[in-house]
């Protein structure tokens, strides 16, 4: 189960995340962007409040985060713990324990490289039967 806090603080937007990052998270993200004000800048994610994290969940994530983008928002995750850290970079086929994913998810291509490999990954986990993104 994912939790969601949003809070308004000026132009700024905090969305804090908690729980286990996967599949049923989805419409808790999608809500987090309801009540954006035209005037938002900043959509910060923290993270620190989900301990797992899994392909179809890291889908949902960058989701939101094109979505943000989409608004004109400028996009900061923070509080990476470390499985989804490193779930990011086996995606990413980024090796070793320490591997800074969560520093490099802010780059538009790095976002794109994961989301078409976490799809590949879902896919693989789901069965092809899941519908495909582009």
């Known amino acids: 189960m994912i939790t969601t806090d ?32 035209v005037d938002t800048r900043d959509l910060m994610l923290d993270l620190h409040g989900v301990a797992s994290m899994d392909s179809a969940g890291l889908l949902h994530l960058l989701d939101l985060h094109r979505r943000a983008e989409c608004l004109g928002l400028r996009v900061l995750a923070v509080g990476w713990q470390p499985q989804p850290q490193q ?5 990413a086929g980024i090796p070793g324990p320490g591997s800074s994913t969560g520093e490099r998810y802010a780059l538009a291509g790095f976002r794109r490289l994961i989301e078409h490999r976490a799809q590949r990954t879902r896919d693989a986990d789901f069965g092809s039967d899941s519908p495909t993104r582009e």
């Open 6 to 37: 949003v809070q308004h603080c000026g132009s700024s937007v905090l969305v804090s995340v908690g729980g286990q990052l996967d599949e049923d998270a989805g419409a808790a993200l999608e809500q987090a962007l309801d009540d954006v004000a």
């Open 87 to 91: 779930l990011m970079a086996k995606v």
